[in-house]
């Protein structure tokens, strides 16, 4: 009964409105490791609420950022996803989107075009972040280049839900860049990306020129 009366609360969009209450949602095919993910961010005894008739969980966290409190719904899909498109009410409002794939099944990383264009579609401006999981698998892949994220302009993660490497820092990372685009400035993406350049540069430099005919290639092969 009570679970009922907060799932109705919890899905009014209203409150998204409001100073510190902010909306991230996770986007990816089934299986790459969204929910994972959020449990592996939240950690133990967490209980996210599964509300089953909108194929939705619902993750709440609190924070502080910049000195003030942040409401934080991480919005995850429960298998909406299957059907390669979500429900425009899932995109609503939100302020940052979290977007996933799986180094191991190249084909979730070629999806991350439809679920980017589908995101752009209902919200062309929020930040979004592109996410390698399941690195804990082969960890030679952080060696190969995800062009993706480069072509977009978007903040890349190489992250395992399973052992936790970067996780805090991506879910860090992209509530700062919710709040800031909430309050309309864009000085966190720049120092998110500068710093992530950097990174880039420091593990990467050896392949940067295979990286770069391959995105010409890539270029010349898109209509
Ligand atoms: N090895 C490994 N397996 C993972 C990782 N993250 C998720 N998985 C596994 O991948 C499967 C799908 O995870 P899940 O979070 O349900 O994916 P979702 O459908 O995107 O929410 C589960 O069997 C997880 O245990 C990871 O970082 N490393
Ligand atoms: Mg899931």
């Given at each position: ?7 109705l ?6 409150k ?5 209450h902010i909306?991230?949602?996770c ?5 790459v ?9 939240l950690?133990d ?11 939705l969980?619902?993750?709440k966290?609190?924070t ?5 409190t ?8 429960a ?6 498109s ?18 191991q ?5 070629k ?9 752009r ?8 972040v ?52 909430k ?16 990174f ?16 010409k ?7």
């Amino acid at each position: 009964m009570a679970t009922e009366s907060s799932s109705l609360s919890d899905l009014n969009q209203d409150k998204y409105d409001g100073d510190e209450h902010i909306k991230i949602i996770c986007l990816g095919d089934s299986a790459v490791g969204k929910s994972k993910l959020m449990e592996r961010f939240l950690m133990d005894g967490y209980r996210p609420q599964q509300l089953s008739t909108y194929a939705l969980t619902l993750y709440k966290y609190t924070t502080t950022v910049n000195d003030k409190t942040v409401l934080v719904d991480f919005w995850d899909t429960a298998g909406q996803e299957r059907f390669q498109s979500m429900h425009p009410s899932y995109y609503h409002k939100a302020h940052a989107c979290i977007m996933v794939f799986d180094v191991q099944r190249k084909i979730t990383y070629k999806n991350l075009t439809n679920w980017y264009t589908e995101l752009r579609e209902s919200r062309p401006e929020i930040p979004c972040v592109v996410v390698a999981n399941k690195i804990d698998a082969d960890l030679k892949i952080t060696q190969k280049s995800f062009n993706f994220a480069k072509k977009q302009g978007l903040p890349f993660y190489f992250v395992s839900a399973a052992d936790g490497t970067n996780v805090v820092k991506l879910f860090r990372d992209t509530i700062k860049l919710a709040v800031s685009y909430k309050q309309n400035t864009n000085d966190f993406m720049d120092e998110v990306m500068r710093e992530l350049e950097n990174f880039d540069l420091e593990v990467k430099e050896d392949i940067a020129a295979k990286d770069d005919d391959k995105s010409k290639n890539e270029k010349t092969q898109s209509p």
